[in-house]
């Protein structure tokens, strides 16, 4: 059908356009700087670029730090947010409608806004330039108590009631019958959580200031912002050795990933 | 107490003490501290009453950030929105290439937004960058496409849809697969073309989808500005200047935290009155399921 092959031109065409950033950051790591604004088939390859890069900022401790962030901000909020979604999904007290309301006000007003009140609480705390200074206003997560809640709903009453009478108490229940249950919902939350925090910027930003507590990304802008003289190649060689990680599991779990984006976001 | 109340409040207490702690108890404080004045070595903070709010009034830069913000999320919301629309029926269909076609549109989403921001500075540099060798090459004359007031905003917009674009096609795809196949066929038995189709059937129900990803758009556009850090510090003259940009630049770069809290409330304002909108337009449906 005549039409059929103008909608897949299209769609390629735009295909191509949205790579076309990506694969022109790629052109200029790969290859010597003199030929990082001049495309050539006849360019030479190289790792030059990254071997640079990699050697003039410490960016496996920033990647350490980053790799410590995400791990501490992942356990603390499966273990804060699961007993909460028990007791919103599953238990009956006074005040409960009441207090899920102001836990989901947390949806709309995320700490990422309130930057300077928390930063003065980090300060009180004497937690600034550490990384659980960065990873605090995060762990209890209004989105991980809401999606566990309503995956929690949706498991039968009746096993929850059988457990109870084979005498377990509260947390084994939810340890042994709701967590095991709930495996594809930890793995969809899991990854948009890891993928926010591994790429969060501005209050990393604010809360460090030294080589030790950087994320990779702070620790990728002051290395882009400090004179490197502007060479395209090797900014470009960091800036894509930053995001590999990130982009290799994506390659590696693209279908998990897809689908935890959608379980995550329908809601 | 009944032990079932009490139980609830154990499991429930150390979760919502760090979220109360970290999003409640700081918007609280925000409010007090806007209605202060800023601590200055040994003068302590006093109450000052709206006279903060005032300032704001007779500040240009922050009517700029405002109008800035306003054009930027009525520009990238739409446009990412509809892209995301279109991508997610272009990679819906039996298309060649279909899987690297659907990550060629959600790679971006995966990167840093600094990531983003150092690539596309790449990209936009006069003369030598992509574009501007890509339109010299057309016959287009150079672009200082960051540097120019006219250009820099539209320049970011463009950045913040590139990457949005990929996120929201998700949404739509997953919904478009869950539509079931027998209106198609039934579409096809009444001779509905797939223009007519697309806009009586997919459309009204892709609307809780289209809510779902307006709501998310709106909030990204005001909670994201890590690209105005890296590519023009809000710049040039406040040309690209964003309210949580200007927030963070009046409290860590001028250290005045009563004006950085005035435009904080005025930021939680616009997202409260978005959050009614939410629960409003959206309903309990959505949320309590």
């Known amino acids: 059908m005549k039409t059929n092959w103008v909608l897949t031109a299209a769609s390629w065409l735009l295909g191509f356009l949205w790579v076309m950033p990506l694969l022109y950051a790629l052109w200029a790591a790969i290859h010597p700087s003199e030929y990082a604004t001049h495309l050539s088939l006849l360019a030479p390859w190289t790792g030059h670029n990254f071997a640079v890069a990699w050697a003039a900022a410490p960016f496996p401790r920033y990647l ?57 609480s980090l300060a009180h705390l004497g937690l600034v330039d550490s990384i659980l200074g960065i990873a605090l206003p995060y762990l209890g997560s209004a989105f991980g108590i ?12 009746e096993l929850d009631d059988a457990a109870r009478l084979e005498g377990s108490g509260l947390l084994a229940i939810i340890w042994r019958v709701y ?48 004179d490197q003289g502007v060479d395209w190649s090797v900014i470009s060689a960091a800036t894509l050795m930053t995001s590999a990680p990130l982009l290799l599991a994506f390659l590696l779990f693209q279908r998990q990933f ?9 809601r | 107490m009944r032990r079932e109340t009490v139980h609830a409040w154990l499991l429930l207490t150390p979760a919502l003490a760090l979220l109360v702690a970290f999003t409640h108890w700081p918007a609280v404080a925000t409010l007090w501290d806007s209605l202060s004045s800023t601590p200055r070595g040994a003068r302590p903070a006093h109450w000052v009453g709206l006279a903060n709010f005032a300032a704001l009034m007779d500040d240009p830069v922050f009517f700029q950030a405002l109008w800035n913000n306003f054009i930027y999320a009525i520009a990238t919301i739409p446009v990412s929105v509809v892209l995301a629309l279109a991508m997610a ?68 917009i463009a ?5 949005e674009a990929g996120f929201f096609m998700i949404f739509y795809l997953a919904a478009l697969q869950s539509l079931p196949p ?42 994201l500005v890590d690209h105005v850090v890296v590519m023009t510090h809000g710049g040039p003259d406040n040309a690209t200047n964003l309210l949580l940009y200007y927030i963070y630049e009046t409290g860590f770069r001028f250290m005045d935290t009563a004006t950085a809290a005035a435009l904080t409330v005025v930021l939680l304002v616009i997202l409260g009155a978005l959050a009614g909108f939410q629960f409003g337009v959206l309903g309990r449906r959505v949320y309590y399921r």
């Not at chain 1, 238990?91 to 947390?106: D, N, S, T, Y």
Request: net charge positive; proline share 7%; charged share 10%.
């Open chain 2, 182 to 223: 027998v209106l198609r066929e039934a579409g096809a038995l009444e001779g509905a073309s797939d223009w007519y189709y697309l806009r009586r059937v997919t459309l009204p129900l892709l609307m809780p989808t289209t809510l779902f990803v307006l709501v998310n758009a709106v909030v990204n556009a005001f909670r």
């Open chain 1, 146 to 157: 809401f999606l566990l809640r309503q995956t929690f709903r949706q498991v039968p009453q």
């Open chain 1, 64 to 120: 350490l730090n980053t790799f410590i962030l995400v791990t501490l901000v992942l356990v603390a909020q499966f273990v804060l947010c699961t007993p909460a979604a028990y007791a919103f999904a599953r238990m009956r007290f006074p005040g409960r409608e009441v207090v899920f309301a102001i836990v989901l006000l947390q949806l709309m007003v995320m700490p990422d806004v309130l930057l300077v009140a928390n930063y003065t």
């Open chain 1, 179 to 226: 967590v095991p249950l709930a495996r594809p919902t930890y793995v969809a939350y899991g990854l948009v959580s890891v993928s926010y925090h591994w790429n969060n910027f501005l209050w990393p930003l604010i809360v460090t200031n030294s080589v030790s507590t950087r994320p990779l990304t702070v620790g990728l802008s002051v290395f882009a912002s400090t």
């Open chain 2, 89 to 156: 029926l272009a990679v819906n269909r039996a298309i060649p290439g279909r899987a690297a076609l659907r990550m060629a549109f959600f790679l971006p989403t995966m990167l840093p937004m600094i990531a983003i921001a150092n690539i596309w500075l790449f990209f936009y540099t006069p003369d030598y960058g992509l574009l501007d060798q890509v339109l010299g090459a057309l016959g287009f004359g150079r672009h200082n496409w960051l540097g120019d007031p006219a250009l820099a905003l539209p320049s970011l």
């Open chain 2, 159 to 163: 950045v913040a849809v590139w990457k």
């Open chain 1, 258 to 266: 897809v689908q935890s984006f959608m379980r995550a976001g329908i």
